[in-house]
């Protein structure tokens, strides 16, 4: 099989479609953001001289990033193999900054470059990065802050029903302000799963680390598997200082946007890194992090569009989990013509080129849910070239 190292690139068409935002299953909260009470999904189509494409989900709002950086290499770059066109695209960003929004950018392009090589090869993405197996874990996420108990037993039951070992909720309630009612939240959801589903808890980086304590004191008897983002994800000091002082595993990952950052996550103290594929500056960096915990004993998960980052997760351990936020999730399906399906507590990534997903474009054009599509070939972006040195 030809490894994406051994393949070269010709970009001759490059797309951004917005789809329609969906209804939230329940307006979503957490500590520090929301009521979501709509999600969308955008994604850019990369297509080469043969017509082949890659997808992967991208932010659409920093389309000045795409056109400045990437496009420029993208759509004038002939023949270059993979690893040379990386390297272009990465070191475009370097007055950007390797820890923002352009970083994010360059991970989704770099999927979608997945994604088109494994087309090519006829394989399935995760196949095509060397998995062995077709099934990945799923943990289920939501539990917003906002949630009643009726909703919250409603969406527990939903994941139960699903086959689930583990379940995410939100806390910090009211920018961490009440914490005894996070506590009786949390006391309540383990009452629902009982002793044998893990219960993680997230809380946006909205505490320091005594408050922190001060929750982890309140739910001992719970069993917490992992405390998510408990303090700012900047905060190095507080972040070792709580780690110092509590069994209960700590996670961060989710707010970086390179492999570079995880190194001092674990001399910190951090036992469970979250990357998220489309967020983090490439696949081979993904992988980094994925590796990096495998050889420390570090747990490992990841987020994000789930059902796209399945298709990274089957080359993790079998332990490792996707997390599916379905509150805010679950609506963009109806977008896609095939995607994982529910199995025995996870998915069963189906058997086809590429990415684990497909949206039915001509479709959704059709009906309407399309609302924006923008379109760059070389000959559109001739008029950034005199300031772009390729």
Sequence with gaps: MKAIIDQTFNIVRVRVNVLEPVQAVTPFQDATMGPFLTFGLAVISLEDESGNVGEAPVFSSYTNILESCFLPILLHTRDMPYEALYSKLYWSIRNEGFRGAAAAMLGQIDYALHDLAARRTGKPLHRFLGATRDHVKVYGSGGGTN????????????????????????????????????????????????????????????????????????????????????????????????????????????????????????????????????????????????????????????????????????????SCRVEYLYSIMSGLEQYFSVQPEWNKGGWALPDIAGAPVRVDWAYWKRAGKVTRSVEWDAEGMAAYLPNVIL
């Design 147 to 318: 949630y009643t108990y009726a909703q919250l037993e409603k969406e527990v039951g939903y994941f139960l029903d699903k086959g689930v070992d583990c379940y995410k909720m939100k806390i910090g309630k009211d920018f961490g302000r009440r914490p005894e009612e996070d506590a009786e939240r949390v006391k309540f959801v383990r009452g629902l799963i009982g002793p044998d589903v893990q219960l993680a808890v997230d809380v946006n980086q909205v505490w320091d680390c005594d408050q922190a304590l001060r929750f982890l004191d309140l739910t001992a008897a719970q069993n917490i598997a992992w405390l998510e983002e408990p303090v700012h994800s900047a905060g190095m000091e507080q972040i070792q200082r709580l780690c110092a002082a509590t069994p209960v595993n700590v996670a961060f990952g989710e707010s970086e946007r390179t492999s570079r950052m995880f190194p001092t996550l674990l001399r910190l103290g951090v036992k469970h890194f979250q990357p998220v594929p489309t967020q983090i500056g490439g696949v081979r960096e993904w992988a980094e992090v994925r590796d990096l915990a495998a050889q420390h004993g570090t747990d490992f998960s990841s987020g994000g569009y789930s059902l796209y980052t399945a298709g990274l997760m089957a080359t993790a351990s079998e």
